[in-house]
């Protein structure tokens, strides 16, 4: 079935590096993305979104791109710091009536080394 | 805390009992949504509520599997005779959703989940 998934499981970075998180999507009907963090033992939080009418939107620090062309997105994090340590899922979501039911990626684990 | 919370955080239960979790989403969202997450996976979409009707439920959610947001505020999701693959993070999340004017964009906000564990 159509689904997202993720090509790293895991990335290990120093403090200060940028990282970036890739994830793929197959479902050419999504037309809304979202990337989360997930902390241990916690609910996802939002990071930041973007629709399929764009190819790239930053928030702070954070930046994603997307290319719908090869159905991939990416999620790019500037200057990374300790506290962005955790576990990132991208989510895709075909909008409509079915706005909210959303489709998680496996995951990425992201370690940051002071 | 104006947060989505959940209760109870955790619950451990023997296998064929029932559970309740309940969700209070933000005040003034209109929509509710509840996921479940096992480990080392992405959060899975079960059901969700605009206001008080339940418009879509997953085919992962068995006849075992009920929801329900009387008022339009809080939820609860009731699980009969649980069974070891039962158990998992059980998530949810609030939503304002408006067809037009300004906020309203539909941002999931999660709550931290209610964690089942069936012996």
């Known amino acids: 079935g159509e689904s997202v998934g993720l090509h790293l499981p895991t990335l290990s970075v120093q403090e200060g590096d940028n990282s970036i998180i890739n994830c793929a999507y197959s479902?050419?009907?999504?037309?809304?993305f979202i990337w989360y963090k997930q902390e241990s033992g916690k609910g996802p939080q939002f990071i930041i979104d973007i629709r399929s009418n764009m190819d790239k939107r930053q928030g702070q620090r954070v930046t994603v791109l997307l290319n719908k062309t090869v159905k991939h997105l990416s999620l790019q994090i500037a200057a990374t710091q300790p506290g962005d340590s955790a576990v990132y899922f991208c989510?895709?979501?075909?909008?409509?009536?079915?706005?909210?039911?959303?489709?998680f990626g496996q995951g990425t684990i992201l370690t940051v080394h002071p | 805390d104006t947060g989505v919370s959940q209760d109870p955080r955790h619950k451990i239960t023997k296998r064929g009992q029932n559970v309740t979790f309940r969700c209070d989403p933000i005040s003034e969202h209109n929509r509710l949504y509840w996921y479940r997450q096992t480990l080392g996976q992405g959060p899975e979409f079960l059901t969700y509520f605009q206001n008080e009707a339940q418009l879509e439920k997953s085919r992962l959610l068995s006849d075992r599997f009920s929801a329900e947001r009387p008022k339009g505020s809080f939820s609860t999701l009731e699980i009969q005779r649980t069974e070891q693959g039962d158990s998992a993070m059980y998530l949810c999340a609030s939503s304002l959703l408006r067809a037009s004017g300004p906020g309203g964009t539909g941002e999931l906000f999660f709550g931290e989940g209610s964690r089942l564990t069936v012996l």
């Open positions: 479902n050419s009907a999504s037309d809304y």
């Open positions: 989510a895709e979501n075909k909008g409509g009536t079915s706005y909210g039911k959303l489709t």
